[in-house]
C-alpha cells in the first residue's frame, strides 16, 4: 500500500467522523527500514516519521536532516531514562512518557538544555504487565505529576492488547484525556487507524502499511 492511498484513507475516515480534513498526523513508522524506503516517502514529500530506539533514530536522521528540511521526528518507543537526553536532542515528540523517573528525569534535562519535545504519556489501557505506560488509575494523577514539573504534555498515548477490541482501548483513552483537559491522542496502528480516527485519534502510527514489511534478520 502506498503513502497515497494511506492519507487518502485518512482523509475519508476524517470526512466520516465529522472532523477537519487535516485535523489528523500521520506518523510514518520507519523503524528497522532500510534507507531507501524512508528517502522514498521523503521524497513524496511526507514530514512526520516514527522511531521506537534512540540508537537506530541517532544513526539515521541527522543525515537526512541535511538533505530535507522540516522533518518531524516522533520517538514511540519505551525510552530509558540513561538514554532521555540523546532522545529530547534528536526527537520533537516523544510519544512514550510512562513513569515519574522519567517525568523527572526529562524535566531536570528540559531546564537544562532550554528546550523540551512535546510529551505525550502511554497509559497501558489493557493493564497488561509485559507493557509499559501507567495504569488508567493512575492516569489522573501522573498527568497533575507531569504538569506539576512543568512538562509540556500534549496527550496520551496507547498500544491496544492484540487480542481484543481496539476500538475499546481508544475510547477509554479519549475520555482520560477529555478530563485532564487533553486535546492530543496517539492512538492506531496500520490495521486499526481508522477505528482509532473515529475516537478522536490526532496522531496514528502507520509503518508497514506504508514502508512494506519489516525485515528484522
Not at 41 to 70: C, I, M, S, T, Y
Amino acid at each position: 500500500m502506498s503513502l497515497e492511498e494511506i492519507q487518502t484513507r485518512i482523509r475519508a475516515a476524517e470526512e466520516k467522523a465529522g472532523r477537519e480534513v487535516g485535523s489528523v498526523n500521520l506518523i510514518a513508522v520507519s523503524k528497522v527500514q532500510p534507507d531507501e524506503r524512508v528517502r522514498a516517502v521523503l521524497e513524496q514529500g511526507h514530514r512526520q516519521f516514527g522511531e521506537n530506539k534512540v540508537q537506530e533514530a541517532a544513526g539515521k536522521w541527522p543525515a537526512f536532516r541535511e538533505q530535507f528540511d522540516g522533518i518531524t521526528l516522533h520517538l514511540i518507543g519505551p525510552l530509558q531514562t540513561n538514554k532521555a537526553r540523546q532522545a529530547m536532542e534528536l526527537a520533537e515528540v516523544i510519544h512514550s512518557l510512562d513513569r515519574p523517573k522519567l517525568a523527572k528525569t526529562i524535566a531536570r534535562l528540559a531546564q537544562d538544555m532550554g528546550k523540551c519535545p512535546d510529551l505525550f504519556i502511554q497509559v497501558n489501557t489493557g493493564e497488561e504487565e509485559q507493557k509499559a505506560g501507567v495504569m488508567p488509575r493512575d492516569a489522573d494523577a501522573f498527568v497533575a505529576e507531569c504538569r506539576g514539573l512543568d512538562l509540556p504534555v500534549a496527550g496520551l498515548m496507547c498500544i491496544p492488547p492484540v487480542d481484543e477490541e481496539p476500538s475499546l482501548h481508544f475510547a477509554l483513552l479519549a475520555k482520560i484525556a477529555e478530563r485532564n483537559g487533553l486535546s492530543g491522542l496517539s492512538m492506531g496502528m496500520s490495521g486499526d487507524f481508522e477505528s482509532a480516527i473515529a475516537q478522536g485519534a490526532t496522531h496514528v502510527r502507520v509503518g508497514s502499511a506504508i514502508f512494506g514489511e519489516r525485515d528484522y534478520t
